[in-house]
């Protein structure tokens, strides 16, 4: 694999309170807003929109850090130039407000951008209402924007914040006590379904995060766990990216089975419900 030339993907830009990002398009349908990993937007990482746009969703992805399109392996730049750049992704992160690392019981700021653009792509692409997918860092915000009813199919892909430094970080989610509290309260009145994913090993990832959501949510929380060794062999780094670097995308492998669950939700949520069929 090498850098993604970014062709079958509309550009475009998205501004809400007076801050503008970048935006790639891909599909046609109810929109589903896919938020990516650090470094960013990779080649695996639009593989994954591409198999959104196929079941006839439109893929939504906004530019929060890193250049889209660009391959982060080593072997596409140099070892050298891949550090550098997983590095520099990273520092915009730490070094923004918009984004919350450590601290508990807060959703980091960009997720009112995100609903907004959520609320946006809900009306133009029509349907029933939005899906989202968080990954990492960005995993616990499809939460987040789940306070607003347009959102009505969210997924936690690996999500990784508040880094869990402490037992206190590990067992609870970037998200406010308010907002979890409408969280809930759409599942048990709409029977809302919110999906997590991880791998069982994954020190970012605590089992406790999974733990918390449960009690949080109850059966409204699906969780998706999966052994490490369904991982990709092949990815640089130890099992952790359910739906992209360590999706091994072939029948029968645990991670295709988590991938197809995804987009089992979307349909079952955006494609084969009209507004009257929901709770």
Request: with cysteine.
């Amino acid at each position: 694999m090498a850098d993604h030339d970014l062709a079958g993907y509309e550009k475009s830009t998205f501004t809400h309170g007076g801050t503008e990002r970048r935006i790639l398009r891909r599909g046609t349908g109810p929109a589903v807003i896919v938020m990516a990993e650090i470094p960013g937007i990779t080649p695996k990482v639009l593989e994954f929109a591409d198999r959104v746009a196929e079941i006839g969703c439109t893929a939504v992805l906004p530019v929060l850090f890193g250049e889209p399109g660009r391959d982060p392996r080593p072997e596409a730049h140099g070892r050298l130039a891949a550090g550098r750049y997983a590095a520099s992704s990273l520092l915009k992160v730490c070094v923004s407000r918009e984004f919350t690392l450590l601290a508990t019981g807060r959703s980091s700021r960009v997720v009112t951008w995100l609903r907004a653009l959520a609320a946006y792509e809900h009306e133009r692409c029509g349907g029933p209402g939005v899906g989202a997918v968080g990954m990492c860092l960005t995993g616990g915000f499809a939460l987040a924007m789940a306070t607003d009813a347009r959102l009505i199919a969210p997924v936690l892909s690996q999500p990784s914040l508040p880094v869990a430094v402490s037992a206190g970080r590990a067992g609870t989610i970037d998200i406010g006590p308010e907002e979890l509290a409408v969280v809930r309260g759409r599942c048990e009145r709409e029977g809302l379904q919110v999906m997590g994913l991880r791998f069982r090993g994954d020190r970012l990832v605590p089992g406790d995060r999974f733990a918390f959501l449960r009690r949080e949510l109850g059966d409204a929380f699906v969780a998706v766990e999966l052994d490490d060794g369904a991982a990709n062999p092949e990815a640089l780094l130890a099992p952790h990216s359910v739906l992209t670097e360590h999706l091994i995308d072939a029948p029968g492998e645990p991670t295709r089975a988590a991938l197809d669950q995804v987009l089992g939700l979307f349909r079952a949520r955006l494609l084969e419900e009209t507004p009257a069929d929901r709770p």
